[in-house]
């Protein structure tokens, strides 16, 4: 069983910054693409950033030049930094993981709890 747990949200001030993290445990093989993604109060949930199992990565425009997303393979963890936040970006945050169990098997798509990111004005 493949367990995912996130970390890193809180309140802020507008200009502050939070780094966000998400590690997933269990038997993990490996992981393939690993992201980021928001939802607001109604509002659709959106990409915020992604990286590739080769390390490319791609962001929203409303985050570029702010936001970076990593991972660290060895603990099976991927991380969001985020600076210059602004009250826009108030949300659930939540990671996303495809994760592949066995060798040449099939990868299975895993969601984080989500955490949530709340920036006063």
């Known amino acids: 069983q493949v367990q995912v747990a996130e970390s890193g949200g809180g309140l802020v001030q507008p200009g502050e910054s939070l780094t966000l993290s998400c590690a997933a445990s269990g038997s993990i093989f490996s992981i393939n693409a690993m992201a980021w993604y928001r939802q607001a109060p109604g509002k659709q949930r959106e990409l915020v950033a992604g990286?590739?199992?080769?390390?490319?990565?791609n962001y929203a425009d409303s985050v570029k030049g702010r936001f970076t997303i990593s991972r660290d393979d060895a603990k099976n963890t991927v991380y969001l930094q985020m600076n210059s936040l602004k009250p826009e970006d108030t949300a659930v945050y939540y990671c996303?993981?495809?994760?592949?169990?066995?060798?040449?098997?099939?990868?299975?798509?895993?969601w984080g709890q989500g955490t949530q990111v709340t920036v006063s004005s």
């Open positions: 996303h993981l495809d994760i592949v169990t066995r060798v040449a098997g099939p990868f299975q798509r895993y």
């Open positions: 990286i590739t199992s080769g390390g490319s990565t």
